[in-house]
Nanobody
Framework: QVQPVESGGGLVQAGGSLRLSCAAS????????MGWFRQAPGQEREFVAA????????SYADSVKGRFTISRDNAKNMVYLQMNNLKPEDTAVYYC????????????????WGQGTQVTVSS
């Protein structure tokens, strides 16, 4: 199993950038698909991006394509979400999660979840 822990959230102006990190404990990190989800106040949790265990296939929500990039470093048990050209509608709590599925754009596929990190984008 893995236990994700997110970091890197904060307050940024529209058009700015943030890089979220997810440290995942556990010896078997490299066999898991890792995903990022987000949840804004009053809204359901939504898929943002995912990366397969082998680090060569990624998937993105349409709303973030071309602006966000997911990557992972299996040697360090880390997953990253580089967020560029941020918009106020990107404001949410961002969660890192792990599963053994692919494709994996549904939160019900994910078994292990972090506590989340707040991202706030001001206009």
């Amino acid at each position: 199993q893995v236990q994700p822990v997110e970091s890197g959230g904060g307050l940024v102006q529209a058009g700015g950038s943030l890089r979220l990190s997810c440290a995942a404990s556990g010896r078997t990190f490299s066999i898991y698909t890792m995903g990022w989800f987000r949840q804004a106040p009053g809204q359901e949790r939504e898929f943002v991006a995912a990366i397969i265990w082998s680090n060569d296939i990624t998937s993105y929500a349409d709303s973030v394509k071309g602006r966000f990039t997911i990557s992972r470093d299996n040697a360090k048990n880390m997953v990253y979400l580089q967020m560029n050209n941020l918009k106020p509608e990107d404001t949410a709590v961002y969660y890192c999660a792990a599963c053994r599925e692919w494709p994996a754009d549904n939160d019900r596929m994910y078994r292990y979840w972090g506590q989340g990190t707040q991202v706030t984008v001001s206009s």
